[in-house]
């Protein structure tokens, strides 16, 4: 167990739809680190986090969003879904001072029907 | 941006030989390069890795090695078991103060056998 918790741990839709993936840190981390993972891309870098702050940004879609909250938990928003959506999300956090190591939730896996 | 390219794609050694994976980057700035271990259906494992000041480390029977000049990293996996049996990612990140990006190779896909 990392001590990263995310939910829903599947999650089915359709396409056009929205939805809102749910990631509590480690205990003491204050960075959120949100990552897809598809067959054809390997693990992509989103957007990260430092309590409650964008910090840095990777090729996150317009489509999708993020935030992190006061208490630290992030949540990842994708909007107008499409079948290529269709990915494991993972969220991973670290204490947020350089270089230090990501530790990963379990993923989100999401289907695009 | 960072691009970091890994080799082999598949890779499969018998169980007690040695594995060993290769990595380059591209961004002479990044600086952490850690190592993940990703089981079917599992989340990624980080493993080993290794800061921009140091060139070898360590642990048990994985050792990371890294040469700055050339830009690229290999992880050496000594006396295989089955159990190491996974796909390996490496990684390299840029991190200035409390932002960092980590670019992920494409995963090599080690398999031990007996």
């Known amino acids: 167990d990392s001590g990263v918790t995310q939910t829903p741990k599947h999650l089915i839709t359709a396409t056009g739809q929205r939805v809102t993936l749910r990631c509590s840190p480690r205990?003491?981390?204050?960075?959120v680190y949100w990552y897809q993972q598809s067959l054809d891309q390997g693990l992509q870098f989103l957007i990260q986090y430092y309590n409650g702050e964008e910090r840095a940004k990777g090729n996150i879609l317009e489509r999708f969003s993020a935030q992190q909250f006061p208490d630290l938990h992030s949540e990842l928003n994708l909007s107008s879904l499409e079948l290529g959506d269709s990915a494991l999300y993972f969220c991973?956090?670290?204490?947020?001072?350089?270089?230090?190591?990501?530790?990963f939730g379990d993923g989100t896996r999401l289907s695009i029907l | 941006g960072e691009n970091v390219e890994q080799h082999p794609s598949t890779l499969s050694v018998q169980e007690g030989d040695s594995a060993v994976i290769k990595c380059t980057y591209s961004d002479s700035a990044s600086n952490y390069f850690p190592w993940y271990k990703q089981e079917l259906g599992k989340r990624p494992q980080l493993i080993i890795d290794?800061?921009?000041?140091?060139g070898e480390k360590k642990d048990q029977r994985i050792a990371v090695t890294l040469n700055k000049t050339a830009k690229h990293f290999s992880l050496h996996i000594t006396e295989t078991q089955p159990e190491d049996s996974a796909v390996y990612f490496c990684?390299?990140?840029?991190?200035?103060?409390?932002?960092?990006?980590?670019?992920f190779g494409t995963g090599t896909r080690l398999q031990v056998t007996l």
């Open positions: 991973a956090s670290s204490v947020g001072r350089t270089n230090q190591p990501q530790h």
């Open positions: 990684a390299a990140s840029i991190s200035a103060g409390t932002a960092s990006k980590l670019t």
């Open positions: 290794i800061r921009s000041n140091v």
């Open positions: 205990s003491g981390d204050l960075s």
